[in-house]
């Protein structure tokens, strides 16, 4: 049972809590989800359940939390481990050690459980997370859903009373979310108290007991926004011209690792397509040989018109956005990242137009780290605008990122759309691609297994 | 160092005898080689040991392809060793066995006094070529064999600190993961237009990477401190059951992470040099000081904490040694004397980097002592190399000179980090 009563947080720097007088009661074996935009305090609500509020954070912590009779502000390390463990967004920061088998040993270890008792334990989250196959694989060698559910299978071996997930399946594709599902359905029906913050819930549904929805810190009780209706929201213009031809291509990293075998691909002027698929099916090397970021060993690859060009021949006629915004913001105020890549292609740039056109007027000074995630990737989308590109990439933009702030950015390509740019995206976000593509292209494994024209 | 060196220098899993030695086996193979390449001089015997470290190369399976990538480079390692050593070499007696350019010859015979080939510098030069030979192919044996986390366990048993192994840890974890990350800034920036076709545009592009970079890395650093210490890792100082709770060293899970970020950082900002400002002969010295002093002081101006030299300095030295060249003690007094130097300026200072003055006379001790220490101790007595006077003095100027300017741009580096870092709401 956990009870949380007048909980109130501040992190440290900074004036207004984060959380603010939260109530809360979970029964044993409660499947529940935290919903709610991001920065309404789903994090640090689960950040406070297992103590890494404030043990690792500090900051201003008031009120009561209990966790199985347990508070877990008081808790040791280790003994926090085993009464709430938490699986983070990541896969990648929460694997320390080689093989699958060790990393699960971590914790054990580190909590001190005897050899024997170890080595059980570790088996027992393999099997339960179907990695027994996997056990002696190396960590670094594992797809992002299997390296997830190796994450769970950690937390899982210090058998802890409460699961914590921390929008857990924001990097994973489609059928890494289905591996993920079916470890949580199993979680559930062995009676575990489950708590799981995500922005896209839809497919726990079937799972959840109860629902806290939060919002600037405190629970409220209204409907959280729903997917907006109309869709697509933008008529499509598509021009007879070609776009991207990209004629019996093959592509491999290696001999051995061929991704692309006599790949025969168009994209129309005007064109807004999605590109599917899992994984590791293909989607990011496409893109960079769109881009010309690869060159394609046989083939060719026509762009606007131009073959065998490199990245720096079609800067400025093409844009790319990718994932982490952070990775592609470099100036000190959104203005001047705004006017970044048109000056070093020595082009003129009304940033007053973009700031306004795009509804940034009021952050124009504002260092862009210092806004949200979703405004970062906002800024880094429009600071791409900015160079005029007629060819808009965009590699996954909107993991990670709310409703609300998926479809600002979506909206904005579909816009650009309207006006006769060409947009081309991958997604694991099904949503997305119902609402806003004309166009989804399905990768398999490199292959083309499906290319169909919406209605 | 080429990408084809880098994939020739990892882990590959195999189920060979060699693979199947404890790391403690191989610590020792590696000290054990390391020591006899230094204290055997002749020919004949260096010939034994690098046939029997050949033997054991080939007991671990190193393949086709890294066979090949080892007869190129030995090819090109003992054909410039031992021409240069031929013909330039100094020690009297010598003998010359040919004239490459009579003393007579205008110009260049009467300047140099001509150039001769000497039978006393061939010998030189196949014992030298040996040496290097010997130490490529253990560097290669134990690497290829051993994977780096079991290595570091291997430390652990040893009785290294366990806060120290656990910052080794987390930089061959996470090398892969800065590698992606540095590659899609690069690629982002191209895309923004940012060209390279100068070195003031390979300089400003550095600039550009770096903070982004920095920054992403402290804000992963921070949830895999969070996933470690939830599965009770104990050495955050905060946690209720951390084991160092204060004194030299005395650092949280969330900057042994974010230190094992810059110990990456160390390791790759030394790659570009090495391929194109760092072979620029004579004034490679002050090339090659800019970029490793850069980072080393971008951490002690983020974690300005007693103990942040000696982690990042002999942290650095090993992670290099597992990931690339074999375990070689006799290369850690060379990071000990480094580490202990500057730790002491700060101690003497009473205070870390806190104006360009402090991180310009920080850098250039760092400089002198590195290359007085390299020159004078490590090459005579190690690598039985030996310079002119004058052209230690030159270098160690150079060393020092770089070291400044790297400390100053480190010094800067982290006061724009620091403001952005603090602007980034963690």
Redesign the interface.
Known sequence: MIKVRRLTYTYP?TESPVLKNIDLDINDGEFVLIEGRSGAGKSTLL?CL???IP??Y?GNLTGEIDVNGLNPA?????R??STA??V???P???????TVR?DVA??CK??GLPESTVSVRVHEALTRTGLVHLADK?A?ELSNGQKQRL?IA??YA?APDVFLFDESTTDLDEKGKKEFLIILERLKSEGATVIISEHEPGYLEHLIDKKISLKDGVIFSGEQESLPAEMPRHPPVISSGTAVRIKNASFGYSRRQKIFTGLNLDFRKGEFTAVVGDNGSGKTTLFKLI?G?LRPGKGEIELEGAVRYT??DI??KA??L?Q?P?????AATVEDEIA??????GMQCDTEAYLEAYGMRQYRGV?P??LSCGERQRVAFI??LA?CPEIIILDEPTTGLDRASWVRLMDTAAALNSQGKTVIFSSHNMNIVEMYARRVIRLETGRVVSDEIRA | MKREEWFQMKYE?KNTVIHRLSPEIKIAYSIAVSILIVILNSPRELFLLTAAVLLVLFLAGPGLQRIRFLFFAVTAVVLAVFASQAVFYSFEPRTAVFTLVPDDFPVVGRFTGGIYIYREGMIYGLVQSLRLIAALTMAVTVVIST????MVEALVRLRFPRSFSFVI??SI?FL??MFE?SK??V?????????IRSIGGALRMIR?IF??LV??SL??AK????????????L?K?????RRKSGFCNF???ELITISFFIILMYVSIVPFKMGLGRIPFLYTFFFSVPITCVLFIGIGLIPKPGIVFFMVCGHRLFMQIMLTGINPLWWPYALIESSSLELFFLIRGRFLDSYGAAFSAGALRGSVVYLYFYLVSAPYIWHQFYAPWYIGIQTFLGAAGSAVGGMAGYRFALLIRK??????L
């Open positions: 720097y950040y297992n103590g890494i043990h690792l500090g008081a808790l040791a390390g280790s926090v481990a463990g938490i983070f967004q990541n990648d920061l929460q694997i320390f050690m080689p060790e971590f914790g580190n909590s190396a670094d994450a950690g937390v210090l881009l970021i990245l720096d800067c400025g844009g790319f990718f982490n952070d990775e592609q913001l470099f970044f890549g048109p000056r070093q292609l260092h780290y210092q600071s791409i160079m | 899993h994977h780096p986390a079991h840890t987390m974890r892969p993961l990350q899609r800034i690629l982002a920036l191209r895309m923004r237009g940012v060209k550009f903070i982004p920054v992403n804000r992963q949830i895999a401190a969070f996933a470690a210490e939830t599965r009770g890792a104990g955050d905060n946690s209720p059951d951390g949280n899970t969330f952005t870092y603090a602007r980034s709401g």
